[in-house]
């Protein structure tokens, strides 16, 4: 089992800037992806962002550029930096980890509880 806690949301104003953070403990494989996805009312959730243990990312077009995710390893930490956020952009901001197991196969999703990040003046 691998527990998520994300940090970080709150209300912003458009154009605005804010970091999220997701801590990871548990069973945790030292090769994983870790990443962001959000949900915003009525709607699917969908990716943000990736990045695998190896530092390789991933963005949804619609925030490269302007999203930049991280992690530090020896903390097992993932951020996320998003920067002129716009007021589409509110949604429950959700931390996922998935683990590259030996043979090459992709292990469960794992979940945080989400963060709420509201853009609006």
């Known amino acids: 089992q691998v527990q998520l806690v994300e940090s970080g949301g709150g209300l912003v104003q458009p154009g605005g800037s804010l970091r999220l953070s997701c801590a990871a403990s548990g069973s945790i494989f030292s090769i994983n992806r870790m990443g962001w996805y959000r949900q915003a009312p009525g709607k699917q959730r969908e990716l943000v962002a990736t990045?695998?243990?190896?530092?390789?990312?991933n963005y949804a077009d619609s925030v490269k550029g302007r999203f930049t995710i991280s992690r530090d390893n020896a903390k097992n930490t993932v951020y996320l930096q998003m920067n002129s956020l716009k007021p589409e952009e509110t949604a429950v901001y959700f931390c996922n980890e998935k683990a590259l197991l030996p043979g090459g196969l992709w292990g469960d999703d794992y979940w945080g509880q989400g963060t709420q990040v509201t853009v609006s003046s």
């Open positions: 990045i695998t243990s190896y530092g390789s990312t």
